[in-house]
């Protein structure tokens, strides 16, 4: 194991231990580099390899502090590499996505008493792509707002995500988020129907969620995201 390796763990087994909890300050350097046994110059390796994980994080002269270990700040990075790891095809990263929000669907419904305020926000993503789709003189794509379409369906998901009840699960799909929003914004404007087709499914989701029925939940959750699969897998992907 490499000597910043060995701080990476060192300062994570800290924090599993309880001696540093988010928000507390990370011992001074030359404290932790001697607990730690290495040098300062392997000590500060660590420390910027644990930055860029969002676990610490530097003020300007004022130390290094333990984040806040929210979820979302920790999978972040992890979007970027199923990025780099896809090599630019889209399917696999979606496949993932279906996975993960149709689980995120089916405890949504588990969960639907004790998550009404993100309900509440789906239901108004709901509401803002219909006000989208009736500003369209006969649904014409042409003529819809599709960044604003897209703004409420990734709204509409990161509701229902939230309503699982599953900070975790939350932030995997957050991650995926936004490595998907290109395809699934190119669907809207290269499929006739396919943005009315979307707000039904999302729709069906939403019904599913709110009656507290998790199996229908989930295979609407995953009917409508094949659909995003199958466009992709009957077209080649735009360059760019």
């Known amino acids: 194991m490499s000597r910043p390796d060995h701080v990476v763990d060192g300062i994570t087994q800290m924090i599993l231990d309880g ?42 002269g004022d130390g290094t502090y333990v984040t806040t270990l929210d979820p979302s700040l ?3 990075p992890l979007g970027l590499v199923i990025e780099l790891q896809s090599a630019g095809h889209a399917l696999p990263v979606h496949a993932v996505r279906r996975v993960l929000e149709t689980e995120a669907a089916g405890l949504a419904a588990s969960n639907a008493g004790e998550s009404q305020s993100a309900l509440g926000r789906a239901s108004a993503a709901l509401e803002d792509a219909a006000d989208v789709l009736a500003g369209s ?11 604003r379409l897209l703004q409420a369906d990734i709204a509409f998901h990161r509701a229902i995500a939230d309503a699982a009840g599953n900070p975790v699960l939350a932030a995997l799909i957050e991650a995926l988020a936004g490595r998907t929003a290109r395809h699934r914004l190119w669907r ?53």
Request: hydrophobic share 40%; net charge negative; glycine share 10%.
């Open 19 to 60: 001696e540093l909890t988010p928000g507390d300050r990370l011992p001074v350097e030359k404290e932790l580099a001697a607990r730690l046994d290495v040098s300062r110059g392997s000590l500060r390796e660590g420390v910027r390899a644990l930055s860029v994980l969002g676990v610490v994080e530097s003020r300007q």
């Open 74 to 76: 920790l999978v972040a």
């Open 137 to 147: 003189p006969g649904g014409a794509s042409a003529d819809v707002d599709h960044e």
């Open 188 to 240: 809207g404007i290269a499929d006739a129907g396919a943005d009315q087709r979307t707000q039904h499914e999302h729709e069906a989701v939403l019904a599913a969620v709110t009656d507290g029925d998790p199996e229908r939940a989930k295979v609407r959750m995953a009917t409508h995201l094949l659909e995003v699969e199958d466009f992709l897998r009957a077209r080649s992907e735009p360059t760019g």
